[in-house]
């Protein structure tokens, strides 16, 4: 293809992108959105945007974990948790705080603040599971690996969700928006402030988090790592610290997710538990370990679940992906946008 | 534990039991399990129905080993099938007038057909898809029982008639014990068979496996399917005994549970699920009641102890069974623990 003229050395791309799976399936979702918005009105589309960018966000953090690691995490719901949890402490004591003593600029910055320690609480609970458990795991034995990886973050779940209910109780903390300001318009849809600024915040982390990937040394070192890791090794590149920053990076944004979605989703133990049934939906998706496919997914499962919610009824968002992506499974066993993921014919 | 070379003895009781896949060890556990609810402590009733539900535990954690652990294919989706068998063997006893006994293997076909059907979309995958695949297909049935209301009365829970008419636990255990022992008996002789050792190559080395000719997805469908439909019959003793099956049981949180106490019993060792369960019961039941106080604690401590045994223990009690009993100082230790 090299020796084309660049025009139609585009043309030819975009033709290859078009007949892959993950052109097929993109446009067939961007179909499908736009029949249900004229049919329904465009706040399906809205819906999608902000749901969609947070799953993404969630399933990026899964997925980046599965490529560096090897982990499929289980617990990735618990950071989410841990955000919301967090965000809504700090949230109502900077509230109280304005109580008494009313300032506009922390009243306009206080979510802020709360969304980044949420993400700041995320990030010291990756670094702490990963010395705690992982570290002397991998010290210890390489066997099994994935399979023992997952029952200790099935552990790690379990733990985390009981010692919310013992230590803050089972009641629902949650508050009803961070910005105190009528909804804004978009198209005609009234969305609030806060959605729109939760969907903004995850298109900015997201794109951080790809020009961090694609372009610092520490990012290719995690790139590294992910494609080979004793290669990385022998480079020069310790694995250890970039496996726990990986760590600390995915279960940063599942708290980020929590933080910011906090008025959605109020904080009670098992508050994870939909975000990460979403975040393995889109893994499924889009196959595992594909960090950047997983943005693309989170809009496809939630644009999936948003039109079901709205044409097959509540409650069955589960059911119908489940068969959606039993069919992806049967067509494509690696995934739409594929991955290391492989039958066991050609494993 | 049926992996010894044979050695020549007359013993013919002896020789019976290791065709079965008993050791001395484990038949004396099993006449300890047997006698212990007429003895003081343990025939209270509520002490008998924690009996009922380790044994329970225990014979799901047994078939759910036989593909965890043999085939390395982990159905995280188990509970579900599991509860398919409860729904459809307490359907069929709220619509036909039939003897319970029969009425639960149509539990075991439900859940057995349901397994194939999934086995035959998913096991050309590998593992982890397989794992993530059973899970969807668990929730998906979980939320169809709780919104299918007109036939499974939704979260109220469906009522099925009880086994036995008279209200005492001890015939319930006595079914349960021998329905673990069937589970055991069969489960392990399949895996001592040669079809077992096709099963055991594919767990350990899937291309080593297929290059001496053996087709892995016909054994894997094999495997799961027999799996999926003892935890189906089994899940059919829970409707019988509990008389009230909801979508909870069908929960992932359930089948958790079934995997920790698999693979603190050991993976691939079969037997190890049975002694982990009835143990583990006792101690959440025991920590639950008596700490009331602190509601979740026992759950803390049973994803502390998962995480425990994952790092220091990864082979569970199989592995100090074969550190410490089988290889022990004692020639009357080793002596009871293999088979004649």
Not at chain 1, 172 to 190: C, H, L, N, R
Not at chain 2, 80 to 106: D, E, K
Not at chain 2, 306 to 315: E, K, R, T, V
Request: net charge positive.
């Amino acid at each position: 293809m090299d020796r084309l003229p660049f025009r139609s050395r585009v043309l030819a791309r975009f033709r290859l992108w078009f007949t892959s799976a993950a052109g097929i399936s993109i446009i067939v979702a961007a179909l499908a959105a736009t029949l249900t918005a004229i049919d329904q009105g465009p706040y399906i589309l809205v819906n999608t945007f902000v749901t969609g960018g947070m799953w993404g966000l969630m399933a990026m953090g899964l997925a980046l974990l599965f490529g560096v690691m090897n982990i499929s995490n289980f617990a990735h719901g618990e950071y989410f948790m841990l955000g919301t949890l967090v965000a809504y402490y700090l949230f109502e004591s900077i509230t109280k705080y304005l109580i008494r003593t009313p300032n506009s600029i922390v009243a306009l910055l206080a979510p802020i603040f709360a969304i980044c320690g949420a993400a700041l609480a995320g990030l010291i609970a990756g670094v702490m599971t990963d010395k705690i458990v992982f570290l002397q795991l991998r010290k210890r034995s390489r066997e099994e690996w994935i399979m023992n990886c997952f029952l200790i973050t099935l552990g790690l779940s379990v733990i985390l969700i009981n010692t919310h209910q013992l230590v803050v109780g089972t009641s629902y903390k949650g508050i009803t928006q961070y910005w105190e300001v009528p909804p804004a318009s978009i198209f005609g849809v009234y969305i609030s402030v806060d959605r729109l600024f939760a969907s903004i915040l995850a298109g900015i982390i997201i794109v951080i988090f790809w020009l961090y990937m694609k372009f610092t040394r520490i990012g290719q070192a995690i790139r590294a790592v992910s494609q080979d890791e004793s290669g990385a090794l022998m480079a020069g590149i310790s694995v250890n610290k970039i496996q726990t920053l990986a760590m600390a990076i995915s279960c940063g944004m599942a708290a980020l997710a929590g933080g910011s979605l906090l008025f959605m989703y109020p904080s009670y133990p098992t508050v994870g538990l939909e975000p990460l049934y979403n975040s393995w939906f889109v893994i499924i998706v889009v196959g595992f370990g594909n960090v950047m496919g997983a943005i693309a997914g989170g809009f496809f499962i939630a644009l999936l679940q948003v039109i079901t919610r709205t044409y097959v009824g509540e409650g069955w968002e589960y059911v119908i992906p489940v068969m959606l992506i039993a069919l992806i499974l049967i067509l494509r066993p690696s995934g739409v946008f594929g991955s290391k993921v492989r039958g066991i014919w050609e494993q | 534990m049926g992996n010894e070379p044979q050695k020549q003895n007359t013993n013919l009781f002896g020789q019976a039991m290791a065709r079965l896949g008993f050791t001395p060890l484990g038949i004396l556990g099993l006449g300890i399990l047997a006698i212990l609810p007429l003895v003081p402590p343990f025939n209270q009733e509520y002490l008998i129905r924690w009996l009922i539900m380790g044994c329970m535990m225990g014979a799901a954690a047994i078939a759910f080993d036989f593909s965890g652990g043999i085939i390395a294919v982990v159905n995280f989706g188990y509970m579900a099938f599991f509860g398919l068998g409860a729904y459809a063997s307490g359907l069929v006893a709220l619509h036909w007038r039939l003897p319970p006994w029969f009425i639960m293997f149509a539990g075991g076909l439900s859940s057995g057909v349901l397994g194939f059907l999934v086995g035959a979309v998913t096991l050309r995958l590998r593992g982890m898809m397989i794992m993530c695949f059973t899970w969807f297909v668990g929730l998906a049935l979980m939320g169809l029982a709780t919104k299918m209301v007109t036939v499974t009365r939704g979260p109220r829970g469906l009522l099925c008639p009880p086994l036995y008419p008279d209200a005492s636990n001890l015939p319930y255990f006595y079914t349960i014990l021998v329905m673990s022992l069937v589970t055991y008996v069969v489960l392990s002789g399949i895996v001592r068979s040669h079809i077992g050792l096709a099963f055991r190559a594919i767990g350990q080395n899937m291309e080593g496996a297929r290059t001496s000719g053996v087709n892995p997805l016909r054994y894997r469908m094999l495997n799961f399917t027999l799996s999926c439909a003892f935890a189906g019959w089994i899940g059919a003793f829970y409707a019988h005994f509990y008389t009230v099956v909801t979508p909870d049981l069908l929960s992932t949180a359930k089948t958790v549970e079934v995997l920790v106490i698999a693979y603190i019993g050991g993976r691939s060792s079969l037997w190890g699920g049975m002694v982990a369960a009835i143990p583990f019961v006792f101690g959440m039941e025991l920590i639950r009641s008596s700490l009331i106080a602190l509601p979740g604690l026992n759950l803390i401590l049973y994803g502390l102890f998962l995480i425990l045994i994952m790092l220091y223990y990864p082979g569970g009690a199989a592995q100090v069974y074969d550190l410490y009993i089988r290889n022990s100082r004692f020639h009357w230790l080793r002596k009871l623990s293999t088979t004649p």
